[in-house]
T-cell receptor
């Protein structure tokens, strides 16, 4: 399967703990995005990488959130000192750079985070 | 787009019938893309159809087609011959102005009645 993959699929953690999620994009895509989706809502943008460079961050991405994409391949999203309000589905997407399809984003299955 | 609005939180249709989902957006750009994504229950979001704003012809993908009204900033999705597998949340989306991120509408939950 050459689609976007995310791990873990589900994560339950206690408030105050740190969590880390991983995203592996489609291999030939050099753009990678993180979104957050709460129940019954559309995804909201968190951050975006082109290769290893983090080019844009949303105001939703507080200081407790950090994302990396070393070597421009997989990406990790870490949430420190989790709060109950962080409970959501975290979606990763990727897209190619340039060409007519550069705006098309392909999504992974998401990581559902529950903070108790 | 700066904002994308889906005014129908829920829609239902009889199997084999046709249904239209509405979407309006706000942008000051002259060329842009519009997308419809489908998110089945507990499954990942998949791209259904795309429209490039400079193309006057409405996009079509098998049973899915769009009605793109650029002046009205309207982008509706028509599903013909609805099937049980079409049941899902449908999201309209467009890239934010001058940015790569997608801006999504609130979604429409589509139910297919057998």
């Amino acid at each position: 399967d050459t689609g976007v993959s995310q791990n873990p699929r589900h994560k339950i953690t206690k408030r105050g703990q740190n969590v880390t999620f991983r995203c592996d994009p489609i291999s030939e895509h050099n753009r990678l995005y993180w979104y957050r989706q709460t129940l019954g809502q559309g995804p909201e943008f968190l951050t975006y990488f082109q290769n290893e460079a983090q080019l844009e961050k949303s105001r939703l991405l507080s200081d407790r959130f950090s994302a990396e994409r070393p070597k421009g391949s997989f990406s990790t999203l870490e949430i420190q000192r989790t709060e109950q309000g962080d409970s959501a589905m975290y979606l990763c997407a990727s897209s190619p750079w340039g060409g007519p399809y550069s705006y098309e984003q392909y999504f992974g299955p998401g990581t559902r985070l529950t903070v108790t | 787009a700066q904002t994308v609005t889906q005014s129908q939180p829920e829609m239902s249709v009889q199997e084999a019938e046709t249904v239209t989902l509405s979407c309006t957006y706000d942008t000051s750009e002259s060329d842009y893309y519009l997308f419809w994504y489908k998110q089945p229950p507990s499954r990942q979001m998949i791209l259904v159809i795309r429209q490039e704003a400079y193309k006057q012809q409405n996009a079509t993908e098998n049973r899915f087609s769009v009605n793109f009204q650029k002046a009205a900033k309207s982008f509706s999705l028509k599903i013909s011959d609805s099937q049980l597998g079409d049941a899902a949340m449908y999201f309209c989306a467009s890239p934010a102005q001058g940015a790569q991120k997608l801006v999504f509408g609130q979604g429409t939950r589509l139910t297919i009645n057998p």
